[in-house]
């Protein structure tokens, strides 16, 4: 772990394995922190941000981005870690340091807009406000994109002046060792601190340090509302939360079932295995097209490669972990048992390459009711549900009858079709005619049970800052 510019153990002197997904061998151990790890990373924390954030927005930004160029150097070496650890597909995860660069680079370069006001409310005073970090702020990291998430969804804290602590997550959490040893030589000691463990242990201590008032988590809602209350009885704290998605691709029909058919496919990220909180999951297709895309649908994703994450050729991996496997599987059996028309998938892919692992194939199912567990729940894996509507009414009934509210796609080539729909939508982040990608500078973050907060903006830079009021008597 790194803690205050030290590459240590942890102080149990216990460790964790790490498992490949794709034939379950243990491929590497990572120290199993604990309350007194985090205790002494918030200490060294404290020591170590208000010289950083001291710093002039342009010094700052400057080791930001040397910061970057580390990682950038070593992207190779991560990837392969990463694919191994994660399960994701090579081709698409090269792109995840990239995106994590690029995000330290945007920070270190908007850091000047943390700015102030001043505002004539009394003619007889100058009121001015200033923005402070808040010191010591957490960062908690899940599965599916851990180097990103480390590196992208931190660099907003840093541009801010505070010092982080990083909880990388504990099925994989390997490439976050190399980051340990970029960010050792690259960061001032104390500013960037890497506690390894269970969420259960570490994760909570953090959640329950008082000296840490900004905890910012990526993960399932049930964690974030254990979040939420745990935080609670500690002390008042800023929390914001980016949780799960149960995302609607809503479907009219003046589109074209084969382009549709190819971006619904696109849009359920089968490359991370659906294991994306942005996947478009339900699928709402218009009566009048829905026969000829489930069709085209069911084509394509039965001919998905599945295989060797490491191999540029593959289309698609194992699932994280035993555990998202378990769940996965469950979910495919309950869609059965309550009547969904499985047109493909629901299994494990036949052979020898797949008789170890977490492998499940691809999977569609149609005829969905939305009183189905597969309709309401997120299941977080490669399971596609498909549904009909005939009025948007009911179709917006559908869409927003879930608890989450992330993301949307709507595809229609009616613009006021596409936007009144749009506004009548429960859900942070809408594409219209697109599905999938995120755009740094544009704020993400989700609705209902999907979230409080945006990140990804200028918005994040800023929750990473207490505004103060200083009045001035004339
Ligand atoms: P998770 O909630 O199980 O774990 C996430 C992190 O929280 C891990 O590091 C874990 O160790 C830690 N943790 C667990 N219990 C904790 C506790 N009591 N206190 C503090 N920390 C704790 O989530 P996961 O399975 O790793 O990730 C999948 C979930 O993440 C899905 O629901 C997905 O939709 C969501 N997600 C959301 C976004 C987004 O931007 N909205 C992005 C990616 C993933």
């Known amino acids: ?47 170590a941000w208000p010289a950083w954030a001291a710093l002039s927005p342009k010094e700052r930004g400057e080791i930001m981005r040397a910061f970057g160029e580390k990682v950038r150097e070593r992207a190779e070496e991560i990837l392969q870690v990463e694919v191994a650890d994660t399960g994701n597909t090579i081709n698409p995860m090269r792109g995840d340091v990239g995106h994590a660069v690029d995000s330290l680079n945007y920070y270190a370069g908007i850091a000047h807009e943390l700015k102030g006001e001043t505002i004539p409310a009394t003619p007889n005073h100058m009121h001015l406000t200033v923005r402070e970090p808040y010191g010591v702020v957490a960062r908690i990291v899940p599965f599916n994109h851990p180097i990103m998430f480390a590196v992208a969804r931190t660099a907003a804290a840093l541009a801010a002046g505070n010092a982080v602590i990083v909880k990388p997550p504990e099925t994989s959490p390997l490439s976050a060792m190399i980051l340990a040893e970029i960010a050792q030589a690259a960061l001032p000691a104390g500013i960037f601190n890497i506690l390894t463990g269970s969420g259960a242990t570490v994760g909570d201590a953090i959640v329950r340090h008082p000296e840490i008032k900004r905890i910012a988590f990526i993960g399932s809602v049930g964690t974030g509302l254990a979040i939420q209350r745990a935080a609670a009885e500690v002390c008042v704290k800023h929390v914001t939360l980016e949780l799960g998605g149960k995302n609607p691709m809503i479907v009219f029909p003046d589109c074209d ?32 097209i829905y026969d000829a895309v489930v069709e085209r649908i069911s084509d394509i994703v039965s001919r998905l490669r599945v295989g060797d994450p490491m191999r540029d050729d593959s289309e698609m991996g194992p699932l994280n972990s035993a555990g998202q496997y378990r769940k996965v599987m469950s979910y495919i059996e309950s869609g059965r048992d309550e009547g969904a028309r499985l047109t493909t998938g629901g299994n494990r892919p036949e052979g020898e390459a797949f008789r170890k692992g977490y492998w499940v194939r691809p999977t569609v199912f149609a005829e969905v009711d939305p009183k189905m567990r597969i309709w309401r729940e997120e299941i977080f894996g490669p399971v596609l549900s498909v549904c009909r509507w005939n009025s948007i009414e009911q179709a917006i009934k559908l869409a927003n009858g879930v608890e989450y509210g992330l993301t949307a ?24 005619n697109g599905a999938g990608p995120h755009y740094l500078g544009v704020p993400f973050g989700g609705m209902k049970n999907s979230g409080v907060g945006r990140e990804e903006g200028i918005e994040e830079m800023l929750s990473y800052t207490e505004t103060k009021v200083i009045n001035i008597v004339l």
């Open 1 to 47: 772990m790194l803690i205050g510019g030290e590459l240590v153990e942890s102080a149990s002197g216990a460790w964790d394995e790490s498992i490949n997904p794709a034939n379950e061998l243990a491929i590497g151990r990572v120290p199993a922190g604990t309350k007194a790890d985090v205790d002494r990373a918030v200490e060294a924390a404290q020591g």
């Open 257 to 288: 079932p084969d382009e549709i058919a190819r971006a619904a496919v696109k849009g359920m990220n089968f490359t991370w295995q659906g294991q994306s909180c942005g996947s478009t999951s339900r699928l709402m297709l218009h009566e009048d």
């Open 409 to 432: 796609a709507i595809w229609t080539r009616d613009l006021r079709n596409a936007l009144k729909t749009a506004s009548q939508i429960q859900a942070g982040h809408i594409w219209i």
